[in-house]
């Protein structure tokens, strides 16, 4: 039987009980999903380390871990992730950074790490400032390339250079000077000398052009200052573990928001952002329904991310997040719930709506497929799934699962 599997990460799903809220429950144990709930009662249900145990999950290695990529092994920092994302056709040896646009004052102070969110006139600096770049990779025998994302998002990418190992700069504070970068090996320092170079000349040329006059007359802050983190080489994975040639499925990523597009490019799944996905709370879930139903029919796997789960929790709105959750079972999982043969529900951390950050702790599992060990549990939540079948894994064995539900689970043995 040619099965069609439908695999949901809803990011930063766990979370910790909230006695103010919930008395005690958790978003999503608060929540009201019958449409998940339902198929959970004829699922098997476990909880899930997506790193390791005691180790915090950034998304993006918790991502990898899900499409069962040991991140220890696989990791190689976010940059490329963004820079894949956004579209861009990495070389090997490329060096990638995630950028925000930025407001510095005239004596270096950090303003605003995100130039009060608002893109305006960015793409005109980034194209008037590409005469200014060709002088520096004519200086260092390098290409570069800049790339503006959604909102103050960007990248950076660097190729000719040989270490990556440079001091990141964006260290998420504001109301502090921003610093040079430093190099961490001996092989860095060119990597270092380049970017101060182009971060100055990005400074000084953005700071005077005229876009900024009419973003003050607009009551804007100037966007003047690239800070750069995320600092990553693209190794490509190589062909024969590539998801496909692993797997033996063929497998598609649905999303909003570049990196998470960006990882799964990487482990070399194909990519769709539906319209109306903004990877933020006003993503059209609707839309990313009837993707996720049209894939279908040309792939095995179709994963679908969501992402406002983990940026409500990020802001600290536990009941916001707790809604959302119920819009996801309306809007989204009312829909697809019967156009697949198997469906796995997970996130790819926990974040803690309390302290607004991602905690170690594990996040639930349920695998819905047409035979198996359904289990006692009846709702998809934190302390009802630890009960499941399938205990407490590791992210990686996920996929495992999965294959073993279609039989086509790894033989070892005679
Ligand atoms: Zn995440
Ligand atoms: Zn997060």
Redesign the pocket.
């Known amino acids: 039987m040619n099965y069609k599997i439908l695999f949901l990460i809803l990011?930063?799903i766990g979370d910790h009980g909230n006695r103010e809220l919930f008395y005690g429950k958790t978003p999503l144990e608060a929540a009201k999903k019958p449409n998940i709930d339902k198929l959970c009662r004829n699922s098997e249900c476990g909880l899930v380390y997506p790193v390791d145990i005691g180790v915090v999950p950034g998304?993006d290695t918790g991502h990898l871990a899900l499409l069962g990529y040991d991140p220890y092994k696989y990791y190689r920092g976010r940059g490329i992730f963004e820079a894949l994302g956004l579209g861009i056709n990495l070389e090997p040896g490329d060096i990638a950074f995630r950028v925000n646009f930025a407001t510095v004052s005239e004596d270096g102070t950090i303003l605003d790490r995100r130039a009060q969110r608002n893109d305006f006139g960015i793409e005109n600096i980034l194209s008037d400032f590409k005469g200014i770049v060709e002088n520096v990779e004519e200086e260092y025998n390098v290409e570069i390339i800049i790339k503006k994302g959604v909102e103050h998002r960007g990248v950076l990418v660097i190729r000719g250079l040989d270490s990556e190992k440079v001091k990141e700069i964006d260290k998420h504070k504001e109301n502090e000077k921003v610093s040079k970068v430093e190099p961490l090996e001996e092989g860095a320092k060119k990597t270092a000398e380049v970017l101060n170079t182009l971060l100055e000349n990005f400074y000084k040329f953005a700071n005077n052009h005229e876009i900024n006059k009419e973003r003050k007359n607009l009551g804007l802050l100037p966007v003047n200052y690239m800070l750069i983190r995320g600092s990553s080489k693209f190794i490509p994975v190589p062909e024969k573990e590539l998801f496909y040639e692993k797997y033996n499925l063929k497998g598609i990523f649905i999303a909003g928001a570049p990196m998470y597009l960006g990882v799964a490019k990487y482990v070399g799944l194909d990519t769709y952002k539906p319209p109306g996905a903004t990877g933020t709370v006003n993503t059209s879930l609707i839309s990313k329904a009837e993707a996720a139903i049209k894939k279908r029919d040309e792939y095995d796997i179709v994963f679908t991310h969501i992402k406002a789960t983990?940026?409500l929790?990020?802001d600290r709105k536990p009941k916001e997040k707790k809604n959302f959750i119920e819009r996801v079972d309306e809007d989204f999982f009312s829909r697809v719930k019967e156009e697949f043969d198997i469906i796995v529900v997970t996130g790819d951390h926990s974040?803690s709506s309390i302290w607004g950050m991602?905690i170690p702790d594990p996040v639930p599992l349920m695998i819905y497929s047409p035979i198996n060990r359904k289990d006692s549990v009846k709702n998809f939540a934190e302390r009802k799934c630890h009960k499941g079948i399938l205990g407490h894994i590791k992210g990686t064995s996920i996929i495992k699962i999965i294959l073993s539900k279609i039989g086509k689970a790894e033989w070892f043995g005679t």
């Open positions: 990011d930063g998304s983990d940026s929790s990020h974040t991602h």
